[in-house]
């Protein structure tokens, strides 16, 4: 076996100083064309110059999110206004916020994949390649030239998984705060870290080894039955686990104070976005991962099809279900149909709602980024991977519109824990993803249309 190749210090800098230019390229470029307020903007850009300007109780009831976004962005550009003597609260300054994020972004997922991966169980050099195509994911990468929640949130909460694997749960527990105050579904993620803080916990003081399995789990539950008859003992393991879970269990609890007080998770238009069951959404997501880490599909594919030889009577039970909620549970929100502007819009109207039968074809389809989504997490223990599929269907199931940003975050935290070792396929997704990006980015500024009640161009994006 090769000795595995480690970086000089100063490439990783290089590195994300080329992410950064070639980000604020495609910035400008969509400043240029766009330098007004589009779609979400209309309601985030006057709102946070509302903040600005010191008006903490002026509330757009049209936004549906906390204010984290316009805190950061007087965090960030404040003492900069102070220095130049204006305030600098304008679209391009707001925009900035998130081209900013993007910067630490990529500085946070590279240190995820280090711990994770490295440095001494893979090639350091392919974890930051990895890092940038993470980062290049193209419903991510668009939102951040536009001032929308998406870049931030997905910055808190993956520091937030960062200062959990470092074993800081209260100062992860405190960035779960923040990152619920940039969108209220990231609470499923403090959740997601409290139960993982629970299980190893468990499994230190009960098993003196890692919760891996089912079987460890019983023996867990085994050996906590015998403990019952010492209540000493079992008060310093719940002692043990309240301790360490303390800081996630007051975000949680200070969350459901906060629904019961707000009437829901939904701060303004809450008529738009009623939580349904909206099953497909799973099979939505899986094509996303699907369509997003194609360079590795046909690796899989040989693997996916002896799988489901094997084991045929789950495969097709699988099916079946698949076909079935198709069939029974398919939502289709206003909007969806409604908004010219999204390439959601067209991809339903052009697809999904004018050849019905493609919506079962598509079945199978699903069943395969599943798959992948699966291989992906294949190191990770079983409990790791269910806890994750069932935060992955809390935080999109009860969405009644498909909205593909909803999708970035439990991408990128399935993604994270595999990195190919091939460079090959490394350097074909990284041109895959810019090339995919320079599309969207061709078709956001060649392609601009009217409506006939309002005089502005409008575009399409994601």
Sequence with gaps: MGTLQQQPSFIFPLVL?????????FFVIIYTVQPTPFIDEIFHIPQAQKYCEGKFYEWDPKITTLPGLYLFSIGMNGPVSWVLGRQLCDVFSLRVTNLVASAFLLS???????????????????????GVNLCLLPVLYWFTFLYYTDVLSTLVVLVMMLLHLHHAPFAAAAMGVVAVMMRQTNIVWVGFLCVLTAVDVLGARVLKAPINTIADAKAVVKKLRRTASKPY?????????VVECLGYGTVLTGFLAFMGYNGGIVVGDRIAH??????????????????????????????????????????????????MVVHSNTIVHPYLLADNRHLTFYIWGRLYGRFLPIRYLAVPVYMFGGYMIHTSLQHRSVLFKA??????????????????????????????QWVSKSWWQLWIEMLYLLLINCLTLYLFVSKTFKWEDSSDFQRIIW
Aim: hydrophobic share 50%.
């Design 233 to 241: 003992r079992l008060a310093e393991i719940v002692a043990d686990v």
């Design 274 to 323: 009623m939580p349904v069951i909206n099953l497909p959404q799973i099979g939505y997501f899986c094509l996303f991962y699907l369509v997003f880490s194609l360079p590795y599909a046909p690796s899989h594919i040989r693997p996916f099809i002896k799988l489901c030889q094997r084991k045929t009577w789950t495969a097709g039970m699988i099916l079946v279900a698949g076909l």
């Design 108 to 130: 946070t997922i590279h240190k995820l994949l280090m711990h994770l991966h490295g440095p001494k169980h893979m090639d350091s050099w392919k974890l930051l390649v990895g």
């Design 17 to 25: 100083g080329t992410f950064s230019s070639v980000s604020y390229v």
């Design 387 to 416: 806890l994750y599929f069932i935060c992955l269907a809390a935080s999109i199931v009860p969405c009644k519109l498909l909205e593909l940003r909803y999708f970035i975050l439990p991408f990128i935290l399935a993604r994270a």
